[in-house]
């Protein structure tokens, strides 16, 4: 007779194996998985490095081409490094700046290849005649971009058309000065004549001469004013806009009457500019002689110069009659006065000199009198 642990050593065999059987089964079906799962993974290997290397084709090509552009483009290309150093260039950029150029300060090699070193500003004159533009800009991280275009060609037009106008302009002024040259020169011519009658006494022959003395001035500041125009201010110097208002004031001081109070102001005393002093220091006179001359009685003149916007202005305002609102468009034309004795040239004449200095001029809208902004370029480091 079977003890009841003999018994159970058979139904615990039964188990084991059972057990077993369900655990081959389900390594099976793992290995199956495993299986299909490493099949879909090689198959996405496959995949992936297809596209990998149609992706590395493309990148290639497009460095390809890209390449070939910088190397065709007309305006030269720069890359710098964080240091300023030049990493690349194209052809065209060594053309215009000159050999070496890789792994040099693109400051250093812009100062060897321009005129004036101390005006690098965007436009730049190089040795040999030409004009380009500098645009920088910064790469994503550490470095910049540099594009030099030649400009030349435009602004060789620009200085043919700016010539033209002028001449154009001259050519009005030459109609209109032969009537403002007749009335002083017949009035000296007159004068002249009489001082060569005889039994003329000193006193009389004085006051014609003072007569003939005046005229013949006021024909010089005719010419000269014609000239001043023509010439537009050719030869430049670098001065700071104090020096200029203080020869202003040095001018006009002896000319001020009694009720008339001038102020000169500089809010940026080391604000440098490059002109022709001669010339803008006329121009500014010109201004400040008008305000004296349309006033009567007290009269407050005043020249501020001052930094706007990163260039220098000039403003001569005054308390006076001001200027009409129907007049003030017309102020700048040649030969429109509204002077008895004015001949009409004065304002076109300051325009003329501002715009030879790559700047405006304007009349501002203000409560009381008259104020003009003159707006220049200022130097880069001052």
């Known amino acids: 007779m079977q ?12 188990d084991r194996q059972a057990e077993l059987t369900a655990a081959f089964t389900a390594f099976g079906t793992v290995s199956e998985q495993l299986a299909d799962a490493f099949d879909s993974l090689r198959m996405q290997v496959v995949k992936l490095r297809g596209e990998l290397r149609e992706a590395r084709a493309g990148r290639e090509h497009l460095a390809g081409r890209l390449s070939a552009l910088l190397q065709a483009l007309p305006a030269g290309v720069l890359v710098l490094g964080g240091d300023g150093s030049i990493q690349q260039c194209n052809p065209a950029a060594s053309e215009l700046l000159g050999e ?6 693109f400051t250093a090699v812009l100062a060897r290849a321009a005129v004036d070193s101390t005006r690098m500003l965007e436009h730049v004159e ?14 994503g991280g550490d470095g910049e971009v540099v594009l030099i275009a030649d400009v030349t060609e435009s602004h060789l037009m620009q200085v043919l058309l700016a010539r033209q106008q002028r001449l154009l302009t001259l050519g009005e002024l030459a109609a209109g ?23 003329r006494h000193a006193a009389e022959l004085g006051r014609c001469a003072r007569k003939t003395v005046a005229s013949l001035e006021q024909l010089d500041k005719l010419v000269n004013d ?19 208002l203080e020869q202003v004031a040095k001018w006009l001081r002896p000319a001020l009457r009694s009720g008339v109070r001038l102020t000169i102001r500089t809010e940026a005393p080391e604000l440098c500019v490059r002109v022709n002093a001669s010339s803008l220091v006329s121009a500014i006179l010109n201004l400040a002689t008008n305000a004296l001359q349309s006033a009567r009685g007290e009269l407050n003149l005043e020249l501020l110069a001052r930094r706007a916007n990163g260039r220098a202005q000039i403003v001569v305002s005054d308390d006076g009659p001001g200027v009409p609102a129907d007049l003030r468009a017309r102020i700048f034309e040649p030969f429109f006065t509204t002077r008895a004795r004015g001949n009409g040239i004065g304002l076109a004449i300051v325009r003329a000199v501002v715009e030879a200095h790559q700047g405006t001029i304007g009349l501002a ?3 009381v009198g008259a104020t003009f902004i003159i707006d220049i370029p200022a130097e880069e480091n001052s």
Not at 3 to 14: D, G, H, L, Y
Not at 184 to 197: G, R
Not at 227 to 235: E, I, K, M, R, S
């Open 3 to 14: 003890t009841p642990a003999q018994r159970a050593t058979p139904q615990r065999s039964e």
């Open 100 to 105: 070496p150029v890789l792994g040099l300060s």
């Open 126 to 139: 190089l040795r040999g005649g030409r004009f380009v533009n500098v645009s920088r800009r910064e790469l």
């Open 177 to 199: 000065l032969a009537h403002q040259i007749r009335t002083p020169l017949s009035t000296a011519l007159l004068y002249a004549s009489q001082m060569t009658l005889p039994g």
């Open 226 to 244: 014609m000239l001043a125009f023509t010439h537009g201010g050719a030869t430049r110097e670098t001065v700071s806009l104090s020096a200029i």
């Open 365 to 367: 809208e203000s409560a």
